[in-house]
């Protein structure tokens, strides 16, 4: 089913989320994916970010490194429905706030007394079910309860739990079409609505050769709460439309609603990088 909670885009690794995901609708014919039972990918990505909260004369002022490893391994094949199982396998974080250092390590025992190391402990190995289409567009999704984490905090880590929107490309994938009818610096934009916040993209093709294709990016979303503008560079295999690389950074300024009820001002740069591979056993 599709999920019912719904998750605000001015969490900046949100935005992330939905740039890795866009179509080249300029193409007429669609990629189909060519996958097999058992076929599994592997996501590692580093974050690191700056964040400032205010809440009138209180200001916190946050910064952070992290890592994660995620999975995605496909369940069942029909020529209708693939279903992917996806899940967190580990992580790594540290937050320095408050002239004090929060170090997480989902190897590790965790510090029972904090709430980020429990809202983050509970993130891992909570495996989603997602259904996509022959093209890699999502159908529909399962969730796990997230309540636990969704503290401000844990989205100032830059972790936050992944949205599975239904009619998005899954975020492993890209669809450029007819790879042999692209030319270096052909552009298209791209525009897209979620919980009534827009998220407008413009995309240049920087190089391509036989073997893969590179794919640079600006990008704006606008909201009532929040402004994010990012740029970023996609590196996509042109034989699977794998995006193996992706180096995207991000910032963003406005207000920000706690699991609490509390309206905070914000502004924050982050950094991502991510590799992207498929298992090969």
Do not use: C
């Amino acid at each position: 089913m599709i999920p019912k909670r719904k998750f605000n885009l001015e969490i900046p690794i949100l935005l992330f989320l939905f740039l890795v995901s866009f179509n080249v609708f300029a193409q007429d014919n669609h990629r189909i994916l060519s996958l097999k039972l058992g076929d599994e990918f592997q996501r590692e990505t580093l974050i690191s970010s700056n964040s400032s909260l205010q809440r009138g004369e209180q200001t916190l002022e946050v910064s952070s490194v992290s890592s994660m490893t995620k999975s995605y391994i496909v369940n069942s094949i029909s020529p209708t429905v693939i279903n992917f199982g996806v899940k967190i396998n580990k992580m790594d974080n540290l937050v320095n706030t408050l002239g004090k250092q929060l170090y997480f390590n989902s190897s590790q025992q965790i510090d029972s007394t904090s709430s980020i190391q429990k809202a983050l402990a509970h993130m891992i190995n909570k495996k989603i079910d997602v259904n996509v289409d022959k093209y890699g567009v999502v159908l529909s999704s399962s969730f796990y309860k997230a309540e636990i984490a969704t503290d401000t905090l844990v989205s100032f880590v830059g972790i936050t739990p992944e949205v599975f929107e239904k009619g998005i490309l899954l975020s492993l994938f890209s669809d450029l079409g007819d790879i042999s009818k692209l030319k270096k610096g052909f552009t298209w934009k791209d525009s897209i609505t979620i919980n009534q916040q827009k998220l407008n993209t413009t995309f240049l093709v920087e190089d391509l050769n036989a073997k893969s294709t590179v794919v640079k990016f600006v990008s704006k979303i606008i909201s009532q709460m929040n402004n994010s503008n990012s740029n970023g560079t996609y590196i996509i295999d042109n034989a699977t439309g794998l995006i193996t690389e992706k180096l995207i950074y991000t910032v963003s300024a406005g207000y920000q609603l706690s699991a609490g009820g509390t309206i905070y001002a914000v502004s924050r740069s982050t950094s991502i990088s991510e590799l992207i591979k498929k298992i090969v056993r």
